[in-house]
């Protein structure tokens, strides 16, 4: 007997990966009548992969009150596998561009607070590994929004705590981490990342992702220089070179934050999802 196993993708806006897989098991079952087919869900760390992981591997929804990139109250999916121990997030569930209407988009305003409130829902209940896509953000703020919510202060020059979204990037001075949730030490994150724009400069976060996310050329200029500043502050917070960091301009400098102030790994999605689906063994089995 024929053993196939079918493993796709969905098929944005179209078709979700249960429903492309269930095309393809019509047409080898016509052909192939007495054939035997596995359907496994998969996805590249973008849209879906909450979904592909959680069904693949049998894990659960859980639901959130978090704040969406403008600050209001929303309620954002996560799956929890691997027994509880494991998070699977998508960073777009809190802090998303169809999240907000086309008018309020502006990323000097928009936070990544809720996904720090997502990742921190998740520490309560006692996960310590993230798998994290980090795809489709409304924002640019580098991060600051999600650490803020884990703790972490950004200080300006005379010590005043920000808050606020990219808006803030250009008055750090300093990072304070002695309020940041000490379960913090016992976490591991991995974070999809398919795309190896620096932090700033003519290729980095501003300059190639912050006109989609509302900004003018007046706003990508600012958020660029404030970046710049982000990086020194995080350089003598900690000797992290941010800036020379593949990646770190991602989803608007949250890859950055995420490598050097959380100690993340970034992996290319497909990468991250295959490995933590074991599909290797999904395949020889």
Known sequence: MKRITIAVDSFKGSLSSREVADAF??????????????KVSIADGGEGTVDALVETLNGD???????????????????????????????SAASGLPLIAPEERNPLLTSTFGTGEMIAHAIERGCR???????????????TGMLRALGFRFLDSEGAELVGGGEILERIATIDSSSARKELSECEFIVACDVT???????????????QKGADAAMVERLDQGLRTYARAIKRFNGVQVDRIAGAGAAGGLGGGFKALLGARLERGIDMVLSAMQFDKIIAG
Do not use: W
């Not at 098991?25 to 596995?38: H, L, S």
């Open 25 to 38: 098991e019509a047409g080898f079952r016509e052909r192939i009548p007495t054939c035997q087919v596995r």
């Open 61 to 91: 929804y859980v639901e959130a009150r978090v704040s969406d990139p403008l600050g209001r109250e929303i309620v954002a999916r996560y799956g929890v596998i691997d027994g509880g121990h494991t998070a699977v997030m998508e960073m």
């Open 197 to 211: 724009n620096p932090l700033y400069g003519p290729e980095g976060a501003a300059y190639v992702f912050a006109p």
């Open 129 to 143: 590994k993230f798998l994290v896509g980090i795809g489709g953000s409304a924002t640019n703020d580098g991060g």
